[in-house]
C-alpha cells in the first residue's frame, strides 16, 4: 500500500489533498487544481505533508537580492575594468550598479529578517560552515567599497581612492556573484541541494547578464561592448546550465516543469535568448542595446524567482525526500548485498 | 565597558583564540544564555498536591513564587503515578492560571439578558435567604398517610465529583439538616 | 579557523563521538544526553505536547487565528508537524493491512497461544465445529434510490433527506483487514551534525555542554536559514515573534538536574531521557527484545552514528518506515557537502572575474 | 484506559512488558487498542452476552478455580425450588410483575434461609403493610428506593442483609439446583456462536480471549478486568458488573494481587463523593438513608437494614456515632440519637427524576458544583429546561460553563423554543477555588485518599466549597436563630462550629476531616471503626474513613516515596478501609490459610504468631484462625468462618447467584439496550423488563430496530479533554489537540450515507439533531449481528457553546432510560441517523427532529 494508492485509500488520499499546509500558499487546503506534485514513483508519506520546512525568506525579497547581489558583482568587474580601459559610461554605469546593488541587495537582505533590527547580530561571528555568515562577510566589505567607489563617481573627489576601492570591490564582486548559489544548495531543500554542482554556474551567467545587461542600458554605444559579451555569455551559460540542472535533477526537476517556477524559467528564458539576440543584433543602436540590457536583466531577475519558487516546491513535496532517499538505500543495499528492508514493506 | 571586555566578549574573537574555531558551542554562547536558570529553581515553596482532573490521583508539585503558581508537574515520589501526567494533568498550570477564569461574582437576574455585578457577601445573603424559602415552600412533615417525611424538596444540588471529601460532607451534612434530600452528583451520571 | 573547516572533515559529517568537544567545551564538560522514543510504548496521548508547552511558554500553535481550532482530520493529530510552536508532535498513523498479517505488536495473538489453534483447534464440548467466525452473509436491503441521495457538502435542507426505509446495511463490514495504529512522538533529533546549527549566520544556534543543539532567542535574528537546513523539518521561525524555535531539550532544566518536562510527563515511557550512550544500549536492548518477540518490523532511527547525520542525539524506535511517520527515510546533513559546494563557487566565481576580464579583451572595437 | 487514565495505564504497560496479554474488549479502536495484544471489536451494549459466553465457557469446560470457588462462594448453595429462569420464562425471572415492570425477588432465594426481615430489594414482599399500599405512584417509589439499596454507588448495607440460617449446600455442586448448575443451565445457550452473533465479533476472536483468561487465571496467575461507564451507562449495568464479579470469582481472582474488577473513576474525588456521598439515597459510609416506610425510628432502621452477620451487624455502631457527629450533644439515648432528625426518603430522588420535578416546577432552587448538566448529562435539553424552570440557580465553578449561560446562549434560544426575556431564572455565579488555592482529600479510584496542600490563595471572590458551604450554613442558622418551630431544630443542634483561618475565615480543612474520621469520649481522634460503639460514646462522620486521622496524624498526607517502599506503598497516603489496599484480600490464601503460590502470596495466616499478616493489611480479623468455626447464634463478625473471606456480606461468601440485592434479576441476562437495532438474539424479551423510563415529550426515545435510526452511536472521552470540557476546552493547550466536535465512523458507513472526511455530518434522534465533523477511520468497523449490519458512530461529547473549542454537546443526542438498581443512564449505547451536510438552524431544527419522529412512529415531542 501507499498513501498514493488513491484507489485503495479514497479517505486517507482526500486527506493527503486536503491537510497540507504548503507554505506560500495562502489558503489553508490545496483546491483540486493544485494537485501535490506526486511523482510517478509510489512512495508513502505522513498524510502527503512536507517533510522538511520550505524557506520561510521572503518572496521578493530574496530572490531580488540574488539578483542585486549579481548584478552588483559583475557591475563592480565592469566598471573598474571600464575605468581602466577608459569607458567612462561603462564605468560610471558599472560602479553605480554595484553600489546600488549592494546597497538595495543589503535593504532586501535586511527586510528578509523576521527580526532586522538585529541584523548586526551577523557580525558576531564568522562561521565558514554559514553561506549566510560568508556571505554578510563578502557582502559588508563589497558594499562598503563599492559605495565609496560610487560616492567618488559622483562627487569626482578622491578618484584615486575611488579607483583603489573600485578595484577592490571588483575583486570581491564574483564571490558576490556565487556565493549565493551556496546559499541556496547548502539546505535541505533537494532541488537546491543536489543541483550544488551547477547552481553556482546557473547564478554566476545570470550575474554576467545582469552585470552586463545593466552596462547594456546604461553605457554608451562606444562603451557598451563588453557588456554586451558579458551579457550574451553570460545569458548562454545560464540558458545552458540551467537546462543541464534541471535535467540532471530527474525526478527533482519536476517542479521545473510545473506550477510558476516552470512560468517563471520559461518567462526567463525567453527573456534571455531575447535579450542575447538583441544584445549582438542590437548593440550598436542605444535603445536597442537598452531594451537587450533590460530584457537580460529581467531574465537573471526571474531566474532567481524561479530558482526560488522551484525549491519552495520542492520542500513542500514529500516525495523529493522520500523518493531519492530510498532509492539511495536501494542502491546501497544492492551494492552491499544486504538486504535490511523490513518485512512489512511487502504487504504494507 | 572597555574595549577589552568588548573584545573578549566579541564571539568572533572568542572563535580566533578559543577551542570553538568554527563557532558552534562555547565561543558563540551569550550571556544571557550562560545566565539561564530553572524557573522552578527559585520557587518560595513546593507544595504537594494531586491531579484535579481523573481518578487515578497523580501527585503533583506546585510551584509557587511571590504567591502564584508558576509551575505544576508530576511528583515523582508519587507510587501511583511516578511523577507523569497526561496531557491534562500538564495542563494544569494553565487551569489554575487561566485568564478566561473568572473570579468575580456573575448575577443575573430574573428575565435578565445580561450578567450583573454582584458584592460575594450580598449574593451569600441572598441565597441564604432563598434556600429558606425554598425549603419552606417545599417543606413535607408527613406524608398522606401520616407517615414522617420532615424533609423538603424546595431546592436540590448536583455536584462534588470534582471536590474534596471535607466539602462533599458539609454539603451532605448541611443539606440533611436542612432537610433537603436531594442531594445528587456525577457518580450516578 | 579554515583549518578546522577543511581539516577536520568528521565535523562536518561521518561519526563523531564527541561533538560537545568539537564545539569548544572543554574535556569535563558533562556527557552527551538526549532522548530515546520508543514509540512502541506511545499510546498517543499527547501529554508531551502540552508538557513542553506549559514548561516553555510555547504558544497555541497555528499559522493564524482561524486555523487553531480547526480538525485537521490526520487521525488523532490536530498539530500536524513540528514547528516554531510545536516542539513535540505526536503523528497518529491508521494503518490498514489484509487480516493475519498482524504481529504482536500489531494486535496479534497473545504470545503463545498459535492462531490456528485459536480458530479451529479448539471447541467447547457439545458444540458443533466451526471452523470461521463469519457469520451467515448479511441480508441486503433493498439499495437506496441513487437519485435521492444527498450529494456530499453542507446541505442544510436536511427534510428532503427523511431516510427511505432500509436505507442502511447495504454497504457489508469488511473483515478482511486489521487495523494498526501507530503513534510517535517527534521532537528535534539534536543531531550530530546539526545543519541548522552549522549556517545559523549569528551564533545563535548552539551547541550546548550535553551537546544538544538549542537557540538562543536573544540573539536569532529570524534570518531563517536555520529553517530550509534543517533535514528532518523541525526548526522554525514563529510569525509573531520572528525568531526561530525548537525544542531545547529543556536547557534550562538540564542547568537544575531536572530532565526535559515531556520526558517526564510521559505517562508510559515512551520517551526517555538520559545519557546518550546508556540510551543507545537501552534502545539496542529493545529492539532485540521485540524481534525476540517477532516484531519483526521495529527498528531504530538516528540511532546509528554513521549515518548522515552522524547519528541523532534524539532517536527512536519505530514501527514502520520513517517516512511514514513523516521522517525522512535517510537525511544527510547539507553540509556534508559544503566543501565541495565552497570549491565549485570559489571556482565559478574565478571563472566569473575571468569572464569579466575576457569581456574587456581585444580592446575597443 | 489509555485514552481517559493514560497516567494509571503505564501499570497496564508494567504488565505488558513483563509478559501479561493485554485484550482490550471496546466497540472502537481506541488508543488502548494500539497497544493492546488483541482487541475485540464488538456491539456496544452486548456486554452481557460476551461475560455470559466467557461464564458459559468457563464452566462447560470446567475451567473454573475449583477449590476457591467451593472455598469462598456460594456456589454450593441450593436455590429454592420456586426460582424459575429466564431459560423456562422467555427471558424473564420469577417474580416479574408485568402490570408494574418489576420483581418481587422471594422466589429467588436459597433454600433452607429464613427471613426474618425484609433485605433490600425484597421489601415489597416482606412488608405487609407496604403490600396494601395500591397507588401506582407509591408503589413506584417504594420499588426506587429498594433498588437504590442496591445500587453500585452504594451497595454497602442492606443487601439481603437480614437472612438468617444456613443455606442448604452440596459440596459436590451436584445438585440440579446448586447455584453452580443452576449458574451452567443459565448461561449454557450464551455459546461462542452465539456470543459471535449478538457481540459481532468471530467465533475465534471470542476463543482467544476465553483462552486467554482462563490461561491466566489460577493458583499461580490472576487475570484482572478493568472497566468504566462503559459498562455502568446501560439499562441493564449493574448487571454487566455483577457479570464480571462472577466471572472473576469463578476463576478465582478477587482479592488476590493482579486479580480484580477494577473501575476507573473519572473525577477526582468521585470515589470520595460516593463514599461520602453527595448522593439522595445513601449516608456516609454507605449506610442506606431513612426510608419514611420502613424506618420509623432507629431500631426498626436497624432492624431493616442492618445485618445480622458479618461486619454490616455492626451498623448501629456507624449509625450512632454518624448521628453523634453531626448532632453532638443533641443526640441523645433518649430521643434516638436524634434518629428524627434526619429527612426521610420515598422514592427516587436520583437526578433525573430532579431534573423532572424542575420542569414540573416542583422544585425552586438548584445548587450546581463544579458539574456541567447542560453539556454533560444525558439529554441536554431536559437539563436546560430544568433550569429554566427554577426560581433560582447557584453554579458554582472557575469558568463561565454553559449550564450558567443557558439562559443566554443555550440551543433553545437558537431554536427560539425559550427567550431569553422569558426565563425567570435567576442566576448566581460564584467563581471557586481550585486544587491549588485549598487543602484537602481526594479519594482516588483505588479508595486512596491523597491530602493536598493549599499552595496559593484564590484570586477575587473564588472561595472554596468550604468556606462557601460552612458560611451559607452559618448565615442560615443565623437567620434562623431562635426559631421555636421543630423543623429547625435540626440545623440549630447541628454541630457546625469548625475552626477558621485566614481573612475570609476559611474553615480548617483538618477539623473536618477530624470529624469525619471520629472521636472517642475523651475527643481523641479513633485510628479504626472497629472502636466504634453504639453508645453514644463515639463519633464518626463516616466509619469506612475512620482511621485517616489514626494517632492524630492525618494519615492521607503520608507521602513516603514510592521508591522507598514495597509494591503496595503502604505509606502513601491512606486507602479506607483501614489502610486496605485490596480489598477481601483473605481470598489470596487458601482454605488453611496459605498462599496460592508463591508468585501469588500477598496475605497469610502465620501460624507461629496466630495472625494474619502480608504485603497488604490483612482484610479479616488478625487473629481469627483460618480454621475458626462459628458457634450457633453468634452474630456480626464472630457469625463468620476462618475461610469466610467476604466479610461484608451475611454468609461470608462471594455471590456467583444474588438471591437478594438486585432490582432485575438474580444472574445477568443478555438484554439489548432500549435503543437497538436488531432484536434480541438470546432470548424472547428484548430488553431489561425492570429498567426505568420517563414518558415526556422532551425525552422520546427511538423504538427499538428503528428503520428511521438505524445506527447506534456511542459517546466517550478523549485523552485531551475532560468530560463536559470545563476545565479543558478553555484552556488553549488541549483545545488545539481536540479542536472540534467530531463523530467517527467506518468508510462503509461513509460511503453509505455519503459521508465526506472532514465534512459536516448531521445526527438525528428522537430528542434533537446535532451536527459534527467526520472523521472516516478504518477504526470504526461495522459488524455482522445475526443476519445484520450494525454500523456504530462515535461521538466524544466534550463539546459546547463556551470556551475556546466550541461544538454541539454530544449528550444531547440521548434520551434518558435507566438502570433499575441504580438510576443510571443509557448513555453508551443509543440509536440515530446520520445524514451529510450541517444541521438546521432555528425552528427549522425543531420541525426537522420532528419530521423524524413522524416518520419513525415516536409521539410528538416538545417542551413538557
Not at chain 4, 447464634?633 to 473471606?645: P, W, Y
Request: glycine residues 10%; aromatic residues 8%.
Amino acid at each position: 500500500m501507499t498513501d498514493a494508492n488513491a484507489a485503495e485509500m479514497p479517505e486517507r488520499a482526500r486527506i493527503d489533498r486536503d491537510a497540507v499546509k504548503p507554505r506560500g500558499q495562502k489558503s489553508r487546503r490545496r483546491g483540486r487544481g493544485d494537485e501535490l506534485q506526486v511523482p510517478e514513483a509510489e512512495f508513502r508519506s505522513y498524510y502527503g505533508r512536507p517533510i522538511i520546512k520550505a524557506p520561510v525568506w521572503k518572496n521578493p525579497d530574496v530572490p531580488l537580492y540574488l539578483f542585486l547581489g549579481g548584478l552588483a558583482a559583475t557591475s563592480s568587474g565592469l566598471g573598474a575594468l571600464g575605468g581602466a580601459t577608459d569607458r567612462p559610461t561603462l564605468r560610471r554605469t558599472g560602479r553605480l550598479a554595484a553600489a546600488a546593488g549592494a546597497a538595495g541587495g543589503t535593504v532586501f537582505l535586511v527586510h528578509d529578517l523576521h527580526r532586522p533590527k538585529r541584523f548586526l547580530h551577523m557580525l558576531r561571528v564568522f562561521k565558514p560552515t554559514s553561506p549566510l555568515s560568508v556571505g554578510t562577510w563578502i557582502l559588508s566589505p563589497f558594499a562598503t567599497f563599492a559605495a565609496a567607489t560610487a560616492a567618488s563617481e559622483l562627487t569626482g573627489l578622491f578618484r584615486r581612492a575611488g579607483d583603489a576601492s573600485g578595484a577592490v570591490a571588483a575583486v570581491i564582486g564574483p564571490a558576490l556573484g556565487t556565493y549565493t548559489a551556496v546559499l541556496f544548495s547548502n539546505t535541505a531543500v533537494p532541488t537546491w541541494h543536489e543541483a550544488h554542482r551547477e547552481l553556482p554556474i546557473v547564478f554566476a551567467g545570470s550575474a554576467a547578464a545582469a552585470g552586463g545587461g545593466m552596462g547594456l542600458v546604461g553605457a554608451s554605444v562606444r562603451d557598451n561592448v563588453p557588456a554586451a559579451r558579458l551579457a550574451v555569455a553570460g545569458a548562454v551559460v545560464e540558458l545552458a546550465a540551467g537546462e543541464f540542472m534541471e535535467r540532471k535533477l530527474g525526478l527533482l526537476g519536476d517542479v521545473y516543469q510545473k506550477g510558476r517556477a516552470h512560468t517563471l524559467m520559461r518567462a526567463s528564458k525567453a527573456c534571455l535568448a531575447a535579450g542575447a539576440v538583441g544584445a549582438v543584433l542590437g548593440r550598436r543602436h542605444r535603445w536597442s542595446a537598452a531594451l537587450s540590457g533590460l530584457a537580460l536583466m529581467a531574465g537573471s531577475a526571474l531566474t532567481r524567482f524561479g530558482v526560488f519558487d522551484a525549491g519552495i516546491a520542492s520542500a513542500n513535496d514529500p516525495a523529493h525526500i522520500v523518493v531519492p532517499q530510498r532509492e539511495r538505500i536501494r542502491q546501497r543495499q544492492a551494492t552491499t548485498g544486504t538486504d535490511v528492508a523490513p518485512p512489512d514493506r511487502t504487504f504494507a | 565597558m572597555g574595549v577589552r571586555t568588548w573584545l573578549g566578549e566579541w564571539p568572533m574573537f572568542r572563535q580566533a583564540t578559543g577551542s570553538d574555531p568554527l563557532g558552534r558551542g562555547s565561543a558563540v554562547q551569550s550571556p544571557r544564555t550562560q545566565a539561564l536558570g530553572s524557573r522552578t529553581a527559585d520557587a518560595d515553596e513546593v507544595v504537594k498536591s494531586v491531579c484535579p482532573y481523573c481518578a487515578v490521583g497523580c501527585g503533583q508539585n506546585v510551584y509557587v513564587r511571590d504567591g502564584r503558581v508558576t509551575q505544576i508537574e508530576g511528583d515523582p515520589d508519587s507510587p501511583v503515578s511516578r511523577g507523569r501526567l497526561c496531557p491534562k494533568g500538564s495542563a494544569s498550570t494553565s487551569l489554575v492560571t487561566s485568564p478566561s477564569r473568572v473570579t468575580t461574582v456573575r448575577y443575573r437576574r430574573p428575565y435578565g439578558t445580561e450578567w450583573e455585578d454582584l458584592d460575594l457577601d450580598t449574593a451569600l445573603d441572598m441565597i441564604a435567604d432563598r434556600v429558606i424559602d425554598a425549603r419552606r415552600k417545599g417543606w413535607q412533615d408527613t406524608d398522606d398517610e401520616g407517615r414522617v417525611l420532615r424533609r423538603t424538596l424546595g431546592f436540590s444540588s448536583l455536584g462534588g465529583a470534582t471536590l474534596d471529601n471535607e466539602e462533599n460532607y458539609l454539603i451532605k451534612k448541611l443539606f440533611m439538616a436542612l432537610g433537603a434530600i436531594q442531594v445528587e452528583n456525577q457518580a450516578r451520571i | 579557523m579554515w583549518d578546522a573547516f577543511s581539516g577536520a572533515a568528521s565535523s562536518l559529517s561521518g561519526p563523531l563521538p564527541d561533538p560537545t568537544t568539537d564545539a569548544g567545551w572543554s574535556g569535563d564538560h558533562p556527557k552527551r544526553v538526549g532522548f530515546f522514543t520508543d514509540t512502541s510504548v506511545c499510546i498517543g496521548c499527547k501529554a508531551c505536547e502540552v508538557a513542553c508547552k506549559e514548561w516553555n511558554l510555547v504558544p497555541d500553535d497555528g499559522t493564524d487565528a482561524s486555523d487553531l481550532y480547526r480538525l485537521t482530520g490526520m487521525s488523532y493529530d490536530n498539530t500536524g508537524d513540528l514547528g516554531a510552536s510545536s516542539w513535540r508532535h505526536v503523528a497518529f498513523i491508521e494503518d490498514v493491512r489484509p487480516h493475519g498479517s498482524a504481529t504482536a505488536a500489531h494486535g496479534g495473538p497473545p504470545s503463545g497461544v498459535p492462531v490456528d489453534s485459536l480458530a479451529t483447534g479448539f471447541l467447547p464440548s457439545g458444540l458443533p465445529a466451526v471452523t470461521d467466525g463469519a457469520p451467515s452473509t448479511p441480508t441486503l436491503r433493498a439499495p437506496r434510490d441513487a437519485a435521492t441521495a444527498p450529494a456530499p457538502g453542507e446541505t442544510v435542507d436536511l427534510l428532503a433527506l427523511l431516510p427511505d426505509t432500509g436505507a442502511h446495511g447495504q454497504q457489508t463490514p469488511d473483515d478482511e483487514r486489521d487495523v494498526r495504529w501507530l503513534m510517535s512522538s517527534d521532537v528535534c533529533k539534536h543531531c550530530t551534525h546539526a545543519g541548522c546549527l552549522d549556517v545559523c549566520p549569528t551564533g545563535a544556534l548552539f551547541r550546548t555542554e550535553y551537546g544538544t543543539v538549542v537557540v538562543q532567542d536573544d540573539i536569532c535574528n529570524g534570518c531563517g536559514y536555520c529553517v530550509p537546513s534543517c533535514p528532518y523539518g523541525v526548526i522554525d521561525v514563529r510569525e509573531d515573534d520572528g525568531g526561530a524555535h525548537k525544542c531545547t531539550l529543556c536547557y534550562d532544566r538540564l542547568g537544575a538536574g531536572m530532565e526535559p518536562a515531556c520526558a517526564k510527563a510521559c505517562p508510559t515511557n515512551s520517551i526517555q531521557f538520559g545519557d546518550l550512550d546508556e540510551l543507545q544500549a537501552a534502545a539496542d536492548a529493545r529492539l532485540a527484545e521485540l524481534h525476540g518477540r517477532g516484531v519483526t518490523e521495529a527498528r531504530l532511527y538516528g540511532r546509528d552514528p554513521d549515518d548522515g547525520v552522524g547519528g541523532d542525539g534524539a532517536f527512536f524506535l519505530l514501527l514502520d518506515e520513517p517516512e511514514v511517520y513523516g521522517m525522512p527515510p535517510e537525511p544527510i546533513v547539507t553540509t556534508r557537502d559544503l566543501p565541495e559546494m565552497w570549491r565549485n563557487a570559489a571556482l565559478t566565481a574565478v571563472g566569473l572575474g575571468a569572464a569579466v576580464v575576457a569581456a574587456f579583451w581585444g580592446g575597443r572595437k | 484506559m489509555a485514552e481517559a487514565h493514560p497516567v494509571g495505564f503505564q501499570w497496564v504497560m508494567e504488565a505488558k512488558k513483563r509478559g501479561a496479554t493485554i485484550i482490550h474488549v471496546d466497540p472502537r479502536f481506541t488508543r488502548t487498542s494500539a497497544v493492546a495484544d488483541l482487541h475485540v471489536p464488538f456491539r456496544a451494549g452486548a456486554d452481557i452476552a460476551f461475560l455470559g459466553g466467557l461464564i458459559n465457557y468457563v464452566l462447560s469446560e470446567g475451567k473454573d478455580f475449583r477449590e476457591y470457588v467451593t472455598t469462598f462462594t456460594n456456589a454450593a448453595d441450593i436455590v429454592g425450588e420456586d426460582f424459575v429462569d429466564t431459560e423456562d420464562m422467555a427471558g424473564i425471572f420469577s417474580g416479574y410483575n408485568a402490570e408494574t415492570g418489576r420483581y418481587d425477588p422471594i422466589s429467588w432465594q436459597l433454600e433452607g434461609v429464613d427471613y426474618e426481615a425484609p433485605a433490600a430489594g425484597m421489601r415489597d414482599h416482606w412488608e405487609p403493610s407496604l403490600r396494601e399500599q395500591s397507588e401506582e405512584r407509591e408503589r413506584s417509589e417504594k420499588r426506587e428506593h429498594h433498588a437504590a439499596m442496591a445500587s453500585d454507588t452504594g451497595g454497602g448495607a442492606g443487601d439481603a442483609a437480614n437472612a438468617t440460617g444456613s443455606p442448604k449446600r452440596d459440596e459436590t455442586l451436584q445438585h440440579p439446583r446448586c447455584v453452580y448448575q443452576v449458574l451452567k443451565r443459565h448461561y449454557s445457550r450464551y455459546t461462542p456462536e452465539a456470543v459471535s452473533q449478538v457481540c459481532g465479533m468471530s467465533v475465534a476472536e471470542f476463543l482467544r480471549v476465553a483462552q486467554a483468561i482462563t490461561e491466566n487465571s489460577g493458583r499461580e496467575r490472576t487475570t484482572a478486568w478493568v472497566y468504566s461507564v462503559g459498562w455502568t451507562h446501560h439499562s441493564v449495568g449493574a448487571q454487566y458488573i455483577r457479570g464480571a464479579a462472577i466471572l472473576q470469582t469463578l476463576l478465582g481472582n478477587i482479592g488476590r494481587p493482579g486479580g480484580g474488577i477494577l473501575a476507573l473513576r473519572g473525577h477526582a474525588s468521585i470515589q470520595g463523593s460516593t463514599d461520602i456521598p453527595t448522593l439522595y439515597d445513601l449516608l456516609p459510609g454507605y449506610i442506606p438513608m431513612p426510608n419514611a416506610y420502613l424506618h420509623t425510628d432507629l431500631q426498626s432502621f436497624l432492624d431493616a437494614d442492618a445485618a445480622k452477620t458479618g461486619f454490616w451487624g455492626n451498623m448501629d455502631t456507624y449509625m450512632v456515632s454518624l448521628l453523634k457527629a453531626w448532632w453532638g450533644d443533641a443526640a441523645t439515648a433518649e430521643n434516638d440519637w436524634a434518629f428524627d432528625y434526619m429527612p426521610r426518603l420515598t422514592g427516587d430522588h436520583g437526578t433525573y427524576g430532579i431534573v423532572r420535578d424542575q420542569i414540573d416546577k416542583l422544585t425552586y432552587g438548584y445548587f450546581v458544583v463544579g458539574e456541567n448538566p447542560a453539556i454533560g448529562h444525558a439529554n441536554g435539553k431536559m437539563q436546560r429546561l430544568g433550569l429554566a424552570n427554577l426560581e433560582w440557580l447557584v453554579v458554582r465553578d472557575m469558568q463561565m460553563i454553559e449550564t450558567a449561560t443557558f439562559w443566554k446562549d443555550g440551543p433553545e434560544i437558537e431554536t427560539e423554543e425559550m427567550r431569553t426575556e422569558d426565563i425567570g431564572t435567576e442566576v448566581f455565579f460564584l467563581p471557586c477555588a481550585n486544587h491549588t488555592e485549598k487543602s484537602g482529600t481526594f479519594t482516588n479510584t483505588q479508595r486512596l485518599l491523597q491530602w493536598r496542600r493549599e499552595a496559593v490563595h484564590a484570586p477575587g471572590d473564588a472561595r472554596s466549597e468550604l468556606h462557601f458551604y460552612f458560611h451559607l450554613g452559618k448565615k442560615i442558622r443565623e437567620k434562623l436563630a431562635g426559631s421555636t418551630d421543630e423543623r429547625d431544630r435540626p440545623l440549630l443542634d447541628l454541630t457546625w462550629d469548625y475552626p477558621t483561618f485566614g481573612i475570609h475565615e476559611e474553615p480548617v480543612p483538618e477539623s473536618v476531616l477530624g470529624e469525619i474520621n471520629g472521636y472517642d469520649a475523651d475527643g481523641n481522634p479513633l485510628s479504626s471503626y472497629t472502636q466504634l460503639r453504639a453508645d453514644g460514646s463515639t463519633t464518626a462522620g463516616c466509619w469506612i474513613y475512620t482511621g485517616v486521622f489514626a494517632d492524630g496524624v492525618n494519615q492521607a498526607d503520608r507521602r513516603k516515596p514510592g521508591s522507598e517502599q514495597d509494591w503496595v506503598a503502604a505509606e502513601w497516603g491512606w486507602a479506607w478501609p483501614a489502610n486496605r489496599r485490596t480489598l477481601y484480600n483473605r481470598a489470596s490464601a487458601d482454605a488453611q490459610g496459605r498462599p496460592w503460590s508463591e508468585r501469588k502470596a500477598y496475605v497469610w495466616w502465620d501460624a507461629e504468631q496466630e495472625k494474619w499478616t502480608g504485603h497488604d493489611i490483612p482484610d479479616f480479623e488478625a487473629t481469627k484462625p483460618p480454621s475458626y468455626v462459628p458457634e450457633d447464634g453468634a452474630t456480626r463478625q464472630d457469625a463468620l468462618s476462618g475461610t469466610d473471606a467476604f466479610i461484608m456480606q451475611t454468609d461470608g461468601k462471594a455471590w456467583l447467584y444474588a438471591p437478594a440485592g438486585l432490582a432485575d434479576g438474580p444472574m445477568p441476562t443478555h438484554y439489548e439496550p432500549v435503543e437497538s437495532p436488531v432484536a434480541n438474539l438470546l432470548h424472547e424479551q428484548q430488553d431489561n423488563p425492570a429498567l426505568e423510563r420517563i414518558d415526556r415529550a422532551w425525552n422520546r426515545i427511538n423504538p427499538s430496530q428503528s428503520e428511521v435510526y438505524p445506527y447506534v452511536f456511542l459517546t466517550y472521552r478523549l485523552t485531551e479533554h475532560h468530560t463536559a470540557g470545563g476545565m479543558s476546552r478553555f484552556l488553549g493547550y488541549l483545545s488545539e489537540l481536540q479542536p472540534e466536535f467530531f463523530c467517527e465512523v467506518s468508510p462503509a458507513l461513509a460511503a453509505e450515507r455519503n459521508l465526506e472526511h472532514l465534512g459536516w455530518a448531521t445526527l438525528i434522534s428522537a430528542r434533537t439533531a446535532i451536527e459534527a465533523r467526520v472523521l472516516v477511520t478504518e477504526r470504526m468497523k461495522p459488524l455482522r449481528i445475526g443476519d445484520q449490519v450494525v454500523h456504530q458512530i462515535g461521538l466524544p461529547y466534550h463539546w459546547g457553546s463556551n470556551g475556546l473549542s466550541t461544538g454541539d454537546p454530544a449528550n444531547d443526542l440521548l434520551g434518558v432510560v435507566m438502570d433499575p438498581n441504580v438510576h443510571i443512564q443509557e448513555s453508551k449505547v443509543a440509536t440515530c441517523d446520520i445524514q451529510p451536510g450541517r444541521r438546521p438552524r432555528g425552528p427549522a431544527l425543531l420541525e426537522f427532529v420532528e419530521a423524524y419522529r413522524r416518520k419513525a412512529g415516536v409521539e410528538p415531542g416538545g417542551n413538557t
